[in-house]
């Protein structure tokens, strides 16, 4: 007996793993730079140049940067360094071979920079490092049969398949000019590049990105006295990365993170340095789903012969819920009285951190926090800028209306806005709202039939049973059950007891005729 399939596809962890790596450095001051007397912001970034898989272990080798912006020991003067430390890490990822595709993430956890004295400084951090390695798997579910006389019992099935699986690079390229009231550009001090309210969608043959670009830039500007500059720009944004195979319809499970940014100076048209080019390159990890109906066979049966399904329990997907929150945040912090009177909020910037989720009734907790850094003026000339971090805890309930405890759920979290502003000269008022974008899917398990074994009917069985009798229903009865067990059709017990809808209830009485010829 042949059996007609569809197919499906579904993504499986084939092996996951989780690494940490600890930095503990010290760094000299670079002879051409001033000695350091005060710090005032850092940051870092990861940059990852090779990965090599080979036999149950991956080989990561790139580098952290770690980023100094301070105030110049005796000139006062605001500088900024730049330390490189390599990165060498070998994770354990049980059953991978060398032709399999890892996803890797990372994420700085902790960084910190202490002065030992005005030439040196040591650097603490904690990278951690998350490995990924998915396999595809094709399953072939029985919905037809080739032989007309066999009696078939389907169950209708809404299930998800994968139908697409890729990574894109997405890169945007922003040119800002200088406002006509700011000198140009002598040199680039510090900047910070990020990406807030990232919306990827799908369409036809491509996933849309759109969102908002903020740069921040502390320049010397080349007027008399090479004055100390800076500017905050947004500058909204939007781009395609191409997805063949991929519409509008589609269920995505899609994240994007910055694997690299820069802030260049460029001449414009009249050739002075008032040009800026941000480059920023995303990285967007795709997994499109089809949901479709499929009518699946889970049992045969014919009175002329005997027919043994042959298969095994497989685990089938589908979408319970698709939801989109926002978690709005607001609190002030007190500055310290000894720093002086705050004059003028320079830049913000943040990133979330999911510390704990967990499943609750009709829906999922999510608990992390917002990390600040705000950088300001005082009303000091000597050492103007200062720099605060500072951290929003948040708990947010996002709705998932039927989770369950066994429920698998996908969910990713973006700074969409951050505000900062000055609620007198020693407070700041901070408000921001966090974008959590939740994906639910209901896993079940079902036997599927891959082929069915025919045989001779045991003529012995056969003839142990009546001709005729009569059958009362019980709950648990279905008309397809009592046909096979009595070895008739449905259709014949539809004409005996003149069954219209072909509907039955518990205890009703119903005369079976053996359709079996002995």
Known sequence: MELKKEDIQMLKVKSHAVSQVTFDEDYNV??????????IQNKGEVTIDEVRLNDGHAFLKGQLTVDLLYVGEE?????????RLPVEETMNLEGIAGGDK????WEIEDLSLHLIHSRKINIKAVVTFSAAVDELTGIRLPVAVDDETVSVKKKNMRLMSLAVHKKDILRKKEEITLASNKPNVAEIIWYTAEVRGLDLRPEEDKVRAKGELFVFVLYVGDDEGNTLQWLEYSVPFSGEADCEGCTSDMIPNMEASVVSHSVDVKPDADGEERQLLADVVLEIDMKLYREEEHEVILDVYTPAKQCIPEGKSQILEKLLVRNFSK???ADRIEMKETQGKILQICHSQGRVKIDKTKIVEDGVQVDGIVYLKILYILGNDDMPF?????????????EARGIQEDSTYYLHADLEQLFTSMS???????????SLNLLVVTRQEERIIEKVEEQPLDMEKVRQLPGITVY????????????????TTTEEICTMNQLENKEISSGQPLLLVKKVEE
């Open 30 to 39: 670079p002879d051409v730079k001033p000695d350091i007397g005060r710090m």
């Open 102 to 105: 890892m996803c890797l993430k």
């Open 424 to 434: 007198d000269s020693s407070e700041i008022e901070i408000k921001a709202t966090v």
């Open 75 to 83: 000139e006062g003067r605001i500088c900024s360094l730049s330390a």
């Open 472 to 487: 009362v229903v019980k709950p648990e009865d279905t008309l397809w059950d009592i046909a096979k067990k009595f070895y």
């Open 327 to 329: 978690c709005r945040l």
């Open 386 to 398: 200062y720099s605060v971090d500072t951290m929003l805890p948040f708990s947010h309930v996002t």
